[in-house]
């Protein structure tokens, strides 16, 4: 942390640096397929940690930050399009850098009125401000850490724990700045440093029992961590044998969980975990069933006028989202809202958006109720709280009959299946500016 007192934009421009050079060696990459998903696996990761280092610029003067999330966004289409990259440019933008000049640049800003949800890309570094000026960006990252850490370290010493290491790395992953995902898993990873040690305190004496016990003590959690890995559920249409929701487990089989009317057509499937129910749309019957994620007999748990379809089909994308159960209708162009009762049961459906025929499927942003919904007919809408929507994506930027979106920290992937154009299926990556 010391080094960016004078260099505040080190540890970005280093994990961008990283990201264009793993890009480049990705998109030169040359043998087997095996030899590529690893590349592709390695620059995928790359790009995805460079989005986690690099904070949201909030001040419109930040323009250094800016630049370096211009050149991530250069790195991430490569990734996608390795063919059309230049792997030279790309490490020549690495090792530039690398060094104490100024932010490469990679082309003219976008015209206003044509930046994904505020993603901004201006591409010129800020003037070089005086050392003293740059202070107040690390100092409250600084003092906290510092204080989190002190007063970790000094409690697990009350408590008579004579080397509180975990602690100290404990409470310094949870007050990093700019980790996203940290934040929200703070609890998680509190819990699970906690339980950890107190498995580890349990383990010790029945290890140094003997060598077989040690033995078989790493088997037993190695079976334990495995059966802990939830299963993955997909949905499968068809003949009366096959309709309905599958789940697998690593390593395992696949087999049906439940049956589903094999005259309907399951579309989507959202997962409650806290209660361990799948919920499924049927778009031909305008229903949202409900299912045991241990397998069982599939109920009818929503239905109703607004599920129902017009002319080809209804509820269509699913998602729980703060106590609610969420869905789309494709003929109707709408966003509903269920909310799920204290005994489990569906309330009246509420409509909160309309206006968006040919609405697919649809993931929400991490800010409130404001999400992002698949169209049909080329198309990608923001839609607000309030029901108002924007477009953010079209055609002009290769959609091709995007089915579903998903968003992951500041990344948005928009995969396009191409059944009504019948040409160049993809997946579109846009960056999600919060």
């Given at each position: ?93 690495a090792r530039n850098l690398r ?85 929200r898993r703070a609890v998680e ?246």
């Amino acid at each position: 942390m010391a080094p960016g007192l004078l260099r505040p934009h080190g540890p970005e421009r280093r994990a961008t640096a990283h990201a264009l050079d793993t890009v480049a060696a990705y998109a030169a990459v040359s043998g087997t397929a095996e030899v590529q998903v690893k590349a592709h696996t390695a620059a995928a990761a790359a790009v995805q940690a460079a989005w986690q280092c690099l904070p949201a610029a909030g001040a419109r003067h930040d323009l250094t930050r800016r630049s370096l999330r211009r050149l991530v966004a250069c790195a991430e289409v490569a990734v996608t399009a390795p063919g059309d990259a230049d792997p030279e440019r790309l490490q020549a933008w690495a090792r530039n850098l690398r060094g104490a000049g100024p932010i490469p640049y990679v082309g003219p800003s976008v015209p206003d009125g044509e930046e994904l949800l505020d993603v901004d890309a201006e591409t010129t570094a800020s003037p070089r401000a005086a050392w003293w000026s740059r202070h107040n960006l690390l100092a409250p990252i600084a003092v906290r850490t510092g204080i989190g850490c002190a007063l970790a370290g000094y409690a697990s010493l009350a408590l008579g724990i004579g080397r509180p290491y975990w602690a100290l790395v404990t409470a310094a992953s949870l007050y990093q700045a700019n980790l996203t995902l940290t934040r929200r898993r703070a609890v998680e990873r509190v819990v699970g440093s906690l339980i950890g040690v107190l498995a580890f305190a349990a383990v010790v004496p029945i290890a140094h029992l003997h060598p077989a016990a040690l033995v078989l003590c790493f088997l037993a959690f190695c079976f334990a961590a495995a059966a802990l890995i939830g299963p993955n559920y997909w949905l499968h249409t068809g003949t009366a044998d096959l309709t309905g929701v599958w789940a697998i487990r690593p390593g395992g089989r696949p087999h049906r969980i439940a049956a589903l009317p094999a005259d309907g057509l399951p579309n989507g499937l959202a997962l409650d975990r806290r209660t361990g129910r799948l919920y499924v749309t049927d778009s031909v019957h305008g229903i949202v069933y409900r299912v045991p994620v241990r397998g069982g007999e599939a109920v009818v748990w929503a239905e109703g006028e607004a599920l129902e379809p017009s002319s080809f089909a209804g509820a269509n994308g699913i998602k729980l989202h703060h106590g609610a159960v969420w869905a789309t209708n494709l003929d109707k162009g709408t966003v509903l809202r269920i909310p799920v009762t204290a005994r489990g049961t569906a309330s009246p459906v509420q409509v909160r958006a309309t206006g968006m025929p040919s609405i697919d499927d649809f993931a929400f942003t991490g800010h409130g109720d404001t999400l992002l919904a698949a169209r049909d007919d080329n198309q990608v809408d923001l839609v607000r709280p309030d029901g108002t929507h924007t477009a953010v994506l079209t055609a002009a930027a290769g959609l091709q009959t995007p089915t579903s979106v998903a968003v992951h920290g500041h990344t948005v992937y928009v995969p396009s299946a191409a059944y009504l154009t019948n040409k160049d299926p993809n997946l579109l990556v846009a960056h999600l500016d919060r």
